[in-house]
């Protein structure tokens, strides 16, 4: 999967609103919860003063201004920032081998003054280091670790593993605007119970294709890499789950070819709700023999009986969102939100 480094405008109404206490929505259209057998670990909130990681486990980073970029962001936020050596390994397209990548992460999550990791690109390589992560050592010691993109394999299969929350959101090369920035400090940082509007910089709606309401575990990430972890332990069963995708630079055809897997692996049918993200850059090489990315959504979507929308602000996109996997949400297209049950972080 190439890196990911180009940004669309997207927008939604959206809220992540904390809803302890309260029942879960109900009418016709809603859907059953069903909580996965893992007890979740929520990590704690970042406070300011906390010291953080920045780590490379895919890709080789190939300009080391974006570190400083990304550095001099994280410091604002009052952090103290730990540079891993990933930052400056390479290994052909990796930083590092795989031994080194993984080892770091276990390193940083070994250390008990490190209270997040911070991804710093995508690119390819998370899966190649899935069998070497200490996933007790990463139960005992949980704490934020952010990213999306090729980010998602380690994502998936931490929460699936331990139990961990962790978080689908910007890396350190992916731009950390007004919009992202606020939302991040909001779901890891204050640990709110949010309530957001649409995105202010686009009039783009939000496009239900099945209307309802679903509450279930928020789990997904990037098409093209949960897709190639299909047959392996490190995705969940799915079922109940709220399932979000995002995807960039794939041409119809192949969001056709890999949608069409996640139904024939029965993923589909055992979810509860389905949110997909604006898909940027996936125009077809040759638009009058194909169909558009609009029309391969609707083919697969427009007939299911579960809630599912499209447009949402994940991905490779200049304002995103942060979700959190394996946490409790609801989505209500009536209402073009998702909610979630309570805080991810303490």
Same mark, same amino acid.
């Given at each position: 999967?190439?890196?990911?480094?180009?940004?669309?405008?997207?927008?939604?109404?959206?809220?992540?609103?904390?809803?302890?206490?309260?029942?879960?929505?109900?009418?016709?259209?809603?859907?059953?919860?069903?909580?996965?057998?893992?007890?979740?670990?929520?990590?704690?909130?970042?406070?300011?003063?906390?010291?953080?990681? $920045?780590?490379?486990?895919?890709?080789?980073?190939?300009?080391?201004?974006?570190?400083?970029?990304?550095?001099?962001?994280?410091?604002?936020?009052?952090?103290?920032?730990?540079?891993?050596?990933?930052?400056?390994?390479?290994?052909?397209?990796?930083?590092?081998?795989?031994?080194?990548?993984?080892?770091?992460?276990?390193?940083?999550?070994?250390?008990?003054? $490190?209270?997040?990791?911070?991804?710093?690109?995508?690119?390819?390589?998370?899966?190649?280091?899935?069998?070497?992560?200490?996933?007790?050592?990463?139960?005992?010691?949980?704490?934020?670790?952010?990213?999306?993109?090729?980010?998602?394999?380690?994502?998936?299969?931490?929460?699936?593993?331990?139990?961990?929350?962790?978080?689908?959101?910007?890396?350190?090369?992916?731009?950390?605007?007004?919009?992202?920035?606020?939302?991040?400090?909001?779901?890891?940082?204050?640990?709110?119970?949010?309530?957001?509007?649409?995105?202010?910089?686009?009039?783009?709606?939000?496009?239900?294709?099945?209307?309802? $309401?679903?509450?279930?575990?928020?789990?997904?990430?990037?098409?093209?890499?949960?897709?190639?972890?299909?047959?392996?332990?490190?995705?969940?069963?799915?079922?109940?789950?709220?399932?979000?995708?995002?995807?960039?630079?794939?041409?119809?055809?192949?969001?056709?070819?890999?949608?069409?897997?996640?139904?024939?692996?029965?993923?589909?049918?055992?979810?509860?709700?389905?949110?997909?993200?604006?898909?940027?850059?996936?125009?077809?090489?040759?638009?009058?023999?194909?169909?558009?990315?609009?029309?391969?959504?609707?083919?697969?979507?427009?007939?299911?009986?579960?809630?599912?929308?499209?447009?949402?602000?994940?991905?490779?996109?200049?304002?995103?969102?942060?979700?959190?996997?394996?946490?409790?949400?609801?989505?209500?297209?009536?209402?073009?939100?998702?909610?979630?049950?309570?805080?991810?972080?303490?």
């Amino acid at each position: 999967m190439t890196d990911r480094r180009h940004f669309l405008k997207s927008g939604l109404a959206i809220s992540l609103t904390t809803l302890i206490g309260s029942p879960i929505l109900a009418s016709e259209l809603t859907n059953s919860v069903t909580t996965h057998s893992a007890t979740k670990i929520f990590p704690k909130a970042l406070k300011k003063r906390t010291k953080v990681a $920045i780590s490379s486990p895919a890709g080789t980073v190939w300009d080391s201004k974006q570190v400083e970029t990304f550095t001099h962001i994280l410091t604002g936020f009052g952090f103290e920032v730990v540079l891993g050596k990933t930052l400056s390994l390479k290994h052909g397209y990796f930083a590092g081998t795989d031994e080194e990548r993984a080892n770091e992460l276990n390193q940083f999550f070994a250390d008990k003054t $490190i209270s997040a990791i911070f991804c710093m690109k995508g690119g390819w390589g998370c899966a190649r280091i899935l069998d070497l992560l200490n996933y007790s050592l990463i139960k005992q010691n949980p704490k934020i670790l952010i990213g999306f993109s090729d980010i998602t394999a380690l994502l998936l299969a931490i929460t699936n593993q331990t139990g961990l929350i962790t978080f689908h959101g910007p890396v350190g090369n992916s731009g950390w605007n007004e919009f992202t920035t606020e939302v991040f400090k909001k779901v890891c940082m204050n640990a709110e119970a949010v309530q957001y509007p649409k995105n202010p910089v686009t009039d783009l709606q939000l496009k239900v294709h099945s209307k309802g $309401i679903a509450t279930g575990e928020l789990w997904g990430g990037n098409l093209t890499v949960l897709t190639s972890l299909i047959g392996s332990k490190y995705l969940p069963d799915f079922k109940g789950a709220i399932l979000f995708l995002e995807e960039a630079k794939e041409e119809p055809y192949s969001i056709d070819r890999m949608l069409t897997q996640l139904k024939l692996s029965g993923i589909i049918d055992n979810v509860s709700g389905i949110i997909f993200g604006k898909c940027s850059k996936c125009l077809a090489e040759e638009p009058a023999k194909a169909f558009t990315i609009e029309e391969v959504l609707s083919q697969h979507f427009s007939d299911l009986k579960i809630p599912v929308v499209s447009d949402f602000m994940i991905g490779h996109i200049e304002n995103k969102l942060t979700l959190p996997l394996g946490a409790l949400a609801t989505l209500n297209t009536e209402k073009g939100s998702l909610e979630l049950v309570k805080s991810a972080t303490i």
